[in-house]
């Protein structure tokens, strides 16, 4: 029984598919892409020998590889942010206080979905608009916008 090389190309890219969630960080996508792209190409010309399906695959893979790093590597996340310092992901956002805030005092309140803990050096007013400066895990500092 003769393995289409449609099947053997498709084969190939879930392999460099899945060895790229792993941890490849982009360096595999576009190989796997291309290799799918070939499973489709092999499978509309069968008669295509192998060895210009290695060189289509290999100048596919290099154009899927160069498009993802030129156009859609932006999107990754910057190094050095700690994507589970919500605190720190926080700084710099304004939003409205419900409630009243004295000086060195706490209160809590919903910013976005979640209740935070929240602390003021200086009072804040019912209703005053008031920015994220820093804070810990359990408790938002914040300052009011002048």
Do not use: C
């Not at 490849?24 to 060895?51: K, N, R, Y």
């Not at 290099?62 to 156009?71: H, I, L, M």
């Not at 805030?101 to 979640?114: F, Q, V, Y």
């Amino acid at each position: 029984m003769e393995v289409s090389p449609a099947l053997i190309w498709l084969g190939i890219g879930v392999v460099l598919g899945i060895i790229e969630v792993l941890g490849a960080s982009g360096f595999l996508l576009g190989a796997a892409v291309a290799a799918i792209g070939m499973a489709a190409v092999t499978w509309l010309f069968p008669s295509l020998g192998i060895v210009p399906q290695i060189v289509v695959f290999a100048i596919a893979a290099t154009v899927a590889t160069y498009v993802y790093f030129r156009f859609f590597r932006s999107t990754d996340p910057q190094s050095g942010v700690d994507l589970h310092d919500k605190v720190g992901a926080m700084v710099g956002q304004q939003f409205v206080l419900k409630d009243p805030l004295s000086a060195n005092n706490e209160t809590k309140t919903l910013i976005g979905d979640t209740l935070w803990t929240v602390r003021s050096n200086a009072d804040v007013e019912e209703g005053a608009r008031v920015r994220i400066v820093g804070g810990t895990v359990r408790v938002i500092e914040v300052e009011p916008v002048a």
